[in-house]
């Protein structure tokens, strides 16, 4: 090998050094515990919330009770459901968790009060059809995306269902990610791994009373979105039996061309895909800088040539993130979220579809 080519490898090796030391990704911090070992009470005025979290896994269960699912893979889907509290000195788009050494606090942090596990899916989806119909019918899916512990994707999904004010029954589905920033190509298989268990779960809640099933993924999450709505439309019934709502695509970690191959063999949607994306996202610069300096979905520029697909493109290159990256903008800018709620909402009266599509479009310009 010339010396060019050392180059060009030590290149390649200075990029994936510098995604494991500097990307936070959708994690962004080590995993912890998610139940703690004494919490303690607080008045129901100190409390801002608290929420039922479903839960479809192929991760396995951990050693370590308190961790409840680990980043190991499983072979078969695992089923929970997670009780959250929100303290009532929450700020919204932020997730205030305890530190080291800090006591379980309710009134200030995020607590998961109770875990339930159901050992078959039948027990599962009897307690999730209970949820559903007492919540009217609707279901937001979320799929995590890379770097993130069991305990980072269940406290998101709470933070964003209760930011967002949405009404239904919130449903988790999470991959085995390692939530190590290392874990780069570890979770990328995973999530490759986990489609045909996401599409289990999606024909799971389309059996239920559901009346309408919203999606939303973020980052690597996408793919496994993406992948999994693909084969659904192989399979001839892409859209749930027309109970799919909303698709919103956060920050995607999908090559460009890729997604464009996912969205001609998926066909142009009924209701368009909500495609959130930014110039300024510096985890997708690093992901595209290991993929051979290929541009993510995330933060390409040329919004234009992917309407063209059947998606919604919002900007958000001048939008204001609290992460150091720009990679969750989607949940922690207080108005963004609020307002991804309001289009979530937009069938039950709350706005009309275009209206709040368009106020997300202009909080980007």
């Not at 268990?197 to 996408?222: C, F, N, P």
Request: proline share 4%; hydrophobic share 40%.
């Amino acid at each position: 090998m010339g010396s060019s080519g050392i180059f060009i490898v030590h290149l390649k090796t200075i990029c994936i050094l510098a995604l494991a030391l500097l990307v936070a990704g959708c994690g962004g911090r080590k995993t912890e515990e998610l139940l703690g070992s004494a919490v303690m009470s607080a008045p129901v005025t100190e409390i801002a919330g608290n929420h039922s979290i479903f839960i479809a896994t192929t991760r396995k269960p951990s050693d370590d009770p308190n961790k409840v699912f680990d980043g190991e893979r499983s072979a078969t889907l695992n089923y929970a459901r997670v009780n959250v509290t929100v303290p009532g000195l929450h700020t919204t788009g932020q997730i205030e968790r305890r530190s080291r050494g800090k006591s379980d606090d309710p009134a200030k942090y995020f607590m998961a009060s109770e875990v339930v596990g159901y050992d078959t899916q039948p027990k599962f989806s009897s307690a999730l059809n209970a949820d559903i119909a007492a919540r009217g019918g609707r279901v937001m899916v979320f799929v995590h995306g890379y770097n993130t512990g069991f305990d980072d994707a269940v406290y998101r999904l709470t933070q964003i269902v209760h930011d967002s004010g949405y009404p239904g029954t919130p449903v988790l589905f999470s991959w085995a990610s390692g939530a190590k920033t290392t874990d780069y190509v570890y979770d990328k298989e995973s999530a490759s791994a986990a489609r045909d268990q996401l599409e289990v779960t999606l024909r799971m809640l389309q059996q239920s009373g559901a009346r309408r099933i919203d999606i939303v993924a973020h980052s690597m999450g996408t793919w496994v979105t993406m992948e999994t709505l693909r084969q659904m439309a192989i399979s001839g019934d892409r859209d749930l039996g027309g109970k799919l709502g909303d698709v919103v695509l956060a920050s995607p970690d999908i090559d460009v061309d890729v997604f464009k191959s996912q969205m001609r063999r998926y066909g142009k949607p009924d209701k368009p895909f909500i495609l959130l994306l930014s110039d300024d996202d510096r985890a997708l610069r690093l992901s595209g800088l290991i993929a051979g300096s290929r541009p993510r979905v995330g933060d390409y520029k040329d919004a234009a040539d992917l309407a063209s697909y059947g998606v919604t493109v919002v900007d958000l290159s001048k939008v204001k993130g609290s992460d150091s990256f720009n990679h969750t903008k989607f949940a922690d800018n207080p108005a963004l979220v609020k307002m991804i709620g309001q289009r979530l909402r937009e069938d039950d009266g709350f706005a009309s579809d275009r209206d709040v599509t368009d106020r997300i479009s202009l909080l980007g310009q």
